[in-house]
């Protein structure tokens, strides 16, 4: 997959080993990956939009004050 057409995806996993392993298996599928260990510093990443996310793939259970759930209906609410 070329630059031009190369989809990217934001993790938001707060579990480094489950991160790691994800963000190797779509990295080999010609995916570009964004990693945030939580919901704030996801909320971050979008307002910056350095990149297009074409995706957004969370943990429900990020072990933080908000669940995935609730960051999700944030993200929706400022895009």
């Known amino acids: 997959m070329n630059e031009t057409n190369q989809k990217s995806i934001l993790l938001v996993e707060d579990e480094v080993l489950i991160?790691?392993?994800?963000i190797q298996q779509l990295e080999k599928r010609g995916y570009h990956l964004l990693h945030a260990q939580g919901g704030e510093i996801a909320i971050e990443l979008i307002e910056q939009n350095l990149r297009?996310?074409?995706?957004i793939l969370m943990d429900i259970d990020l072990?933080?004050?908000k669940d995935?759930?609730?960051i999700?209906?944030?993200?929706s609410m400022r895009s």
Do not use: P, V
């Open 19 to 22: 991160a790691l392993m994800t």
């Open 63 to 65: 072990g933080e004050l």
């Open 68 to 70: 995935g759930t609730e």
């Open 52 to 55: 297009k996310i074409d995706l």
């Open 72 to 75: 999700a209906e944030e993200i």
